[in-house]
């Protein structure tokens, strides 16, 4: 552990006024490019996400024969993302806790550049699942270190719309692959992701390191140094500098760094059963859940397949996913600004039972049609699709990341995420290959109504013991979960110039 001297700080304003002031556009720029750099990569996971969808059919039709990709190996390109990135979950968790945040995005950027460049060059099937699972690892960081990034880089006051926004590039990205794909032919996909690829090389060599990764390795006098240079001089922002040191000391100093491999299989177990870990990690994931069971997702990657199904014609049906991802994206934005003004609590959970209660409705029209008790109204069925995909998309997709990053536990951040994502991973790949097998064996109706009750379940989970996080730091969050209050800072700042 680094060693550095503290200077007794009696008053933080008194610190405040002899650092040197800055002008507030400063940090919120700099936090603005390192953010659209996570931002360009969640869009390339969304390039990644929305391509099968567009080239499964073009080569189907290049092949005037369907069975070139069968339906087993069309679930397979379409989930092979999720599963491949299992195990570098595992493996980025531990990357990230050891070397920081910046190396793993490098690498990272540098695996979804050359998945790009393979399914650009792909002449065969097999060379198209190459590179979906390697998109493995990128999709991997989009779950785990994007979220670290941008709770840990960005002030309270911008964080939760950074986040939100987040959530919304990657549906952002879903809509350009299909729109690419519809007019043009698949392979300009990958060529876009190329180009998007090296700029975030470009922009994440430009990054400080973590402060909270700096500080929970005792490297103080560095964190300071960061923390500043992100957030600025502030009262706010110095308050926040010197709780997360007095904190990141009075842990280490409790830490046995002399343990055997015993006592850390010990003290692992002893940290997921307390409290400070178990429960943000569960609330955490619950609130990640929710955006994944309300069901757009699995609509979006096999929207031409549902959409078919619905207006009888493959045209019609690629304009009505256009129409419909539109209003997603639209919609996602929307949410964003909406969460500048209300509680995020408030806004998730309603918009999340508005999205529900459409799902529910949408699966009775449905089950309607295929008894014969009313007719068929393909425009009825899109505009209940929409209405569901505006509710979602201002709920539970543009809320579920900014909430979900911000109850993870400051102790072992990335035990938790690696437990957050894994879960999440297994989930939406198992969701993904069996999609196909639901629609055909249940129908549309059927899976609906499915996520109507998977997502009216979570949201009663949520209402009963999820806390607010607007404009809170993420010290006061955990406080709050755990039913403590914030400690008063015992150490001082480091007297360390900002010049």
Not at 44 to 63: D, K, N, S, W
Not at 464 to 484: M, R, V
Request: with cysteine; net charge positive; charged share 15%.
């Amino acid at each position: 552990m680094d060693k550095c001297q503290y200077t007794e700080v009696p008053n933080i304003t008194e610190k405040v006024v002899e650092i040197k002031k800055k002008t507030n556009w400063k940090p919120f720029f700099k936090q603005l490019i390192i953010a659209s750099g996570v931002w360009t990569s969640v869009f390339l996971y969304g390039l990644c996400v929305g391509a099968p969808t567009m080239f499964i059919p073009q080569i189907r039709r290049e092949a005037n024969d369907t069975s070139v990709i069968t339906d087993d190996m069309a679930s397979w390109l379409s989930s092979a993302y999720s599963f491949s990135g299992f195990p570098f979950v595992i493996i980025l968790s531990i990357i990230t806790k050891f070397v920081g945040r910046k190396i793993p995005f490098i690498i990272a950027a540098l695996d979804t550049l050359a998945a790009f460049i393979v399914l650009f060059c792909s002449t065969t099937i097999t060379q198209l699942l190459i590179s979906e699972i390697m998109q493995g690892l990128f999709s991997a960081l989009n779950t785990t270190v994007t979220v670290m990034i941008l709770t840990e880089y960005t002030s309270p006051k911008y964080r939760g719309i950074f986040l939100t926004i987040k959530t919304a590039t990657f549906y952002w990205g879903i809509w350009t692959s299909n729109a690419i794909g519809t007019f043009f032919h698949w392979k300009k996909i990958p060529l876009f992701g190329i180009v998007c690829s090296l700029y975030a090389l470009i922009n994440v060599m430009m990054w400080p390191e973590s402060p909270v990764w700096l500080a929970s390795r005792g490297k103080f006098e560095e964190c300071a140094a960061a923390h500043r240079s992100l957030k600025g001089c502030d009262e706010d922002s110095e308050k926040e500098l010197e709780a997360l040191i007095a904190s990141e000391r009075e842990y280490l100093a409790s830490c046995d760094t002399n343990l055997s491999a015993k006592g850390h299989i010990i003290q692992f177990f002893k940290t997921i059963k307390s409290k400070e870990f178990y429960k943000p990690a569960l609330l955490s994931n619950f609130t990640g859940f929710l955006g994944f069971c309300s069901g757009k997702l699995i609509f979006a990657v096999y929207a031409i397949d549902v959409l078919k199904k619905i207006t009888k014609s493959e045209s019609t049906a690629y304009v009505a996913m256009l129409v419909i991802d539109g209003f997603t994206v639209f919609s996602m934005y929307l949410g964003c600004i909406l969460a500048k003004h209300f509680n995020r609590r408030s806004l998730l959970l309603v918009a999340s039972a508005i999205g529900a209660g459409f799902l529910f409705v949408l699966s009775l029209y449905l089950f309607l049609i295929t008894k014969n008790v009313i007719a068929e109204n393909k425009y009825i069925t899109i505009s209940l699709f929409v209405a569901f995909s505006i509710a979602v998309s201002c709920g539970p997709l543009t809320m579920c990341m900014s909430v979900f990053g911000e109850l993870i536990p400051l102790r072992s951040r990335n035990l938790s995420i690696c437990f957050i994502a894994l879960s999440g991973k297994l989930s939406i790949g198992i969701a993904l290959k069996i999609a196909p097998w639901v629609f055909k064996n249940f129908g549309i109706e059927g899976a609906a109504f499915s996520f109507g009750v998977i997502s009216s379940i979570v949201i009663m989970f949520l209402y009963k013991y999820l806390p607010e996080t607007k404009d809170k730091t993420l010290q006061q969050i955990a406080d709050n979960i755990n039913g403590s209050k914030s400690k008063k800072a015992t150490a001082s700042l480091l007297d360390v110039s900002t010049k």
